[in-house]
């Protein structure tokens, strides 16, 4: 695992973006793995018009949520489909096809997990994956405990991921239990993972990063399994950690 300092959001969103973009262009069909939240936003922003102006053919690429929340009481606006789909793939002028997300009102959450999986692997397998780092160390909704070589499925989701995605809904109650996402085993056989993480609030988690070894109980260490895996921080992520 490498860690990247750059000097604020913008430039890491400017560097992330960049990185999609090579990466589709030398593959054109490429597969790439996409995170929802806030952190992604000002990557999005940078990435979208730079695709929608064709400076690489993004059309035959395919695009794969990393998660999803479940429950069939979930509004439309609050799925991380219609986050993906209006903050990235309508700006982007990309087609809504070429977007894969897990059904949030699903009745066989095991069946659900496994038409993902096969989806991906229909695709050639994760070309990129571009993820978040959460307060607790989660990457997508893989929480504190899970196992190194787990596969998309049902996540309980903890209070503190929770709380984080009550901007999405009306109301704190109305945020669902539980979710479905990309494991880490999953996650570990994409050919590049990218993680960023930016401002003060990531800081400790960073620092917690850099110092640990590989352990289920900080889902985010467990990348350092991946050999080609950068952590991209702007300078206020990055102050708890030597340089």
Known sequence: MNFLVLPDAAHVARYVSSLVV???????TAAVALPTGKTPLPIYAALAPRLA?????????????LDEFLG???PVE?????????RFIA???????RLVTLCTACDDPAAEAARYE???RCAGGLQLALLGLGGNGHVAFNEPGSPRDGRTGL???TELTRQANEYLFSSAPQVPTHGLSMGIGTLLEARRLVVAATGTGKANIVARLAASDPDEALPASLL????????????????????
């Open 22 to 28: 090579s990466t589709i262009r030398g593959c054109p």
């Open 53 to 65: 102006t064709r400076e690489v053919e993004a059309s035959r690429a395919s695009w794969f949520a």
């Open 72 to 74: 069939k009481e979930v």
């Open 78 to 86: 609050a799925t991380f489909r219609h986050f993906l789909l209006s």
């Open 91 to 97: 700006p982007a002028e990309l087609s809504p096809d």
């Open 118 to 120: 096969e989806a991906i």
């Open 155 to 157: 996540r309980p989701l």
């Open 224 to 243: 350092k399994l991946h050999p080609d895996c950068t952590v991209v921080l702007d300078e206020a992520a990055a102050g708890g950690i030597g340089r």
